[in-house]
């Protein structure tokens, strides 16, 4: 199993970006998909949650009204729309399949600076 996340880079504070999550080796559809977040320094934190139908997600409060989580299973992929995106968004964003212990891939850094 891969998981390969894509998409991440430098943006000014109130810009966007959208992360991609591709998947292979497994039946993604089957799949919840989780997406993470750690800042240098700290812990790996929950940002976003998103049911193998796409019909249930949850979201960290301080993503509400900022983050998407988004998948097409046709594509393997799952997404992440940032936007407002703020000093305090600069980590480096995981997905994790929601099998077992869950497999990670290996991250993408989202830099927020001016």
């Known amino acids: 199993v891969q998981v390969a996340e894509s998409g991440g880079g430098l943006v000014q504070p109130g810009g966007s970006l959208r992360l991609s999550c591709t998947v292979s080796g497994l039946n993604f559809e089957q799949w919840a998909m989780r997406w993470y977040r750690q800042a240098s320094g700290k812990e790996r934190d929950f940002v976003a949650f998103i049911s193998n139908t796409g019909g249930l997600k949850h979201y960290r409060d301080s993503g509400k009204g900022r983050f998407t989580i988004s998948r097409d299973n046709a594509k393997n992929t799952a997404y992440l729309q940032m936007n407002n995106l703020k000093f305090e968004d600069s980590a480096v964003y995981y997905c994790?399949?929601?099998?077992?212990?869950?497999?990670w891939g290996q991250g993408t850094q989202v830099t927020v600076s001016s």
């Open positions: 994790k399949v929601n099998i077992g212990d869950g497999i």
